[in-house]
């Protein structure tokens, strides 16, 4: 990663932000890929993070900048936003129109045109906040769905920086993206960044795709793998880059003593039955429930099945106070109490659920302990928990079950069992298939795994998107 110049990432978040708690507002850490695959970054290049802090009273913000100020090394800079502006940019545009649209979703989408217009003021809000610590010598890395408009905002307030942008979830083909009533405003903005980056070159794909039919006058060049996009004087690098984790931190706390501990007293629990896992944000593009239905349909189908093995389903709670997951969550326990109501008896519980973020040993030992890793999502940009899954294993070798639909099965498939989410028996004969794979074939597998994921760590990504950053221009606005 290059070492010149100022770091300031803008994500809709900062990595901790309040919530509210019964004697006043407390700090959480943020949830989401976009904090883990971060945190570590800051740590060895020191800079600025600007994002929301949540709802508080000043005092309490500035004890949440404080508290994440010592932890990571960098600066904070909290954007402030009304109720309305939050309703409006994160509940509405962000998660009613971008999140379902750009998931192959759209009969989950609301396009209410004042969440269009709360989008635009927010995204000039983070540029505002980004300009007034912005040097000449600054480097902004821009993230995420939430903040397409900020470059254009950027260029405005006359910053002339490098600008980065990198997409962390997937990007949709035109037949999709095109029903978006501000698709020209969108991928006008992007074009305002230095590079643009993408999970994979599907996302990559898609993108050019929608931009040779909606936007005929931009000239699109390819080499190699990645592209330059013209627009007038303004050019863009267009690249993919795979996101990673922090390996070797995982890997190493995974050995850790009270990890293994606690992984044996989890298979003690389970009486030696073979555990399957799956750990999700709650999120419709989870799969979450087509999970569930397929380990029923394994136990209706196989009853030699019963009593051999167990789901662990962790839900970390999400934007739940938006009604689409509140019914969510309604569904996948009412499924759950199903399956466990139908095939459970005192010595056996098919679904183990649980409703709840975990502590970073119990995360750990139970990914140790799994002898199946089931994450299926419907859709995914990449997918960490796949990647985390495969650090932890540091004892006997479990098998990976991914949906082809993740971002990341492009990088795993080779160690993977890859699965169609929506078949409900190919995934039930998917983990009956690796509940009898012998050792010897899982320890091969998670070892291309683990080469994998090592190789294509965070600090890789971070490289990889810097080395392109760093070695390009904007031509006058770079020399201005």
């Not at 005192?346 to 679904?351: A, I, Y």
Request: with cysteine; hydrophobic share 40%.
């Amino acid at each position: 990663m290059s070492r010149t110049g100022t770091l300031i990432l803008v994500s809709n978040r900062l990595p901790a932000s309040l919530e509210p708690g019964p004697h006043g507002a407390v700090v959480k850490p943020s949830a989401g890929g976009l904090v883990t695959a971060l945190r570590p970054v800051l740590k060895t290049r020191k800079g600025y993070w600007i994002g929301w802090a949540g709802k508080g009273s000043e005092r309490e913000i500035e004890r949440l900048l404080e508290e994440t100020r010592a932890e990571l090394g960098c600066e904070m800079v909290p954007v402030t936003l009304t109720q309305a502006e939050r309703n409006g940019f994160y509940a509405g545009f962000s998660n009613e129109i971008v999140w379902p649209l750009f998931h192959d979703l759209q009969s989950q989408c609301n396009f209410d045109p004042t969440y269009w217009r709360a989008y635009v003021t927010v995204n000039r809000k983070f540029a505002e906040a980004t300009a007034k610590v912005a040097k000449p010598d600054s480097v902004v890395w821009v993230h995420d769905y939430h903040l397409m408009l900020c470059g254009k905002f950027l260029r405005q307030q006359g910053v002339n920086n490098r600008l980065g942008f990198f997409l962390h979830i997937p990007f949709p083909p035109l037949d999709i993206f095109e029903k978006l009533p501000w698709r020209n405003e969108i991928l006008r903005g992007l074009f305002e960044f230095d590079v643009v980056g993408f999970q994979t070159p599907r996302d990559l794909r898609n993108f050019a795709g929608c931009v040779r039919n909606l936007l005929p006058e931009v000239e699109l060049h390819r080499d190699d793998e990645h592209m330059v996009a013209s627009l007038g004087k303004q050019t863009t690098l267009l690249r993919s880059f795979p996101i990673g984790i922090d390996f070797d931190e995982f890997s190493q706390h995974a050995q850790q003593a009270e990890v293994a501990a606690r992984a044996e007293e989890i298979r003690k629990d389970m009486r030696g039955r073979q555990i399957v896992l799956g750990v999700d944000r709650l999120d419709y593009t989870k799969g979450v429930p087509e999970r569930l239905k397929a380990f029923r349909h394994l136990l209706e189908s196989r009853r030699s099945m019963r009593q051999q093995l167990s789901l662990v389903q962790i839900v970390v709670p999400s934007r739940e106070e938006i009604p689409k997951y509140q019914e969510l969550k309604l569904e996948i326990e009412t499924l759950v109490s199903q399956i466990n109501g139908q095939f459970g008896d005192p010595g056996w519980m098919p679904v183990h659920y649980m409703h709840r973020s975990l502590e970073r040993t119990e995360l750990l030992a139970l990914y140790r302990a799994a002898d199946i890793a089931l994450i299926t999502p419907l859709k995914d940009g990449m997918n960490l928990v796949a990647k985390e899954f495969c650090a932890s294993q540091v004892g006997a070798p479990g098998v990976l079950i991914l949906s082809e639909f993740a971002g990341a099965a492009e990088q795993l498939e080779h160690g993977a069992v890859l699965v169609n989410p929506y078949d409900i028996e190919g995934t039930a004969e998917a983990v009956r298939g690796a509940f009898g794979m012998a050792e010897g074939e899982r320890a091969r597998r998670m070892r291309m795994l683990r080469r994998r994921v090592r190789h294509a760590d965070v600090f890789w990504w971070c490289d990889e998107f810097f080395s392109w950053l760093d070695g390009r221009g904007r031509g006058s606005r770079l020399a201005a």
